[in-house]
């Protein structure tokens, strides 16, 4: 059974930080590229930052660029998104993703999302 479970959200003054963990079960996590999403109500879903399977890369929105920094550990099936100089306007729910694509059929996981709040 796959499972993707996020933790660490809060609520979080402007400015402050947090760091999301999304811990992976049921597939074979070191072979998945691992994605951080958003989605605020009425809006669309925005990707964050990705990071490849064995963390040799990273992606990043503009808009988190230079603050927030997506790292893995593949020994604990572990992803984690690190949010520095948090705005009011990220108050959101932040879900992982974990997605390969093979010849024959593309795998998208998705966990339950936690809910991150910037205010003071």
């Known amino acids: 059974q796959v499972q993707l479970v996020e933790s660490g959200g809060g609520l979080v003054q402007p400015g402050g930080s947090l760091r999301l963990s999304c811990v992976a079960s049921g597939f074979t996590f070191n072979t998945y590229a691992m994605n951080w999403y958003r989605q605020a109500p009425g809006k669309e879903r925005e990707l964050v930052a990705r990071?490849?399977?064995?963390?040799?890369?990273?992606n990043y929105a503009d808009f988190v660029k230079d603050r927030f920094t997506i790292s893995r550990d593949n020994a604990k099936n572990t992803v984690y998104l690190q949010m520095n100089s948090l705005k009011p306007e990220e108050t959101t729910v932040y879900c992982c993703?974990?997605?390969?694509?093979?010849?024959?059929?593309?795998?998208?996981?998705w966990g339950q999302g936690t809910q991150v709040t910037v205010a003071s």
């Open positions: 993703n974990g997605r390969k694509a093979t010849w024959s059929k593309d795998y998208d996981y």
């Open positions: 990071i490849s399977s064995l963390g040799v890369s990273t």
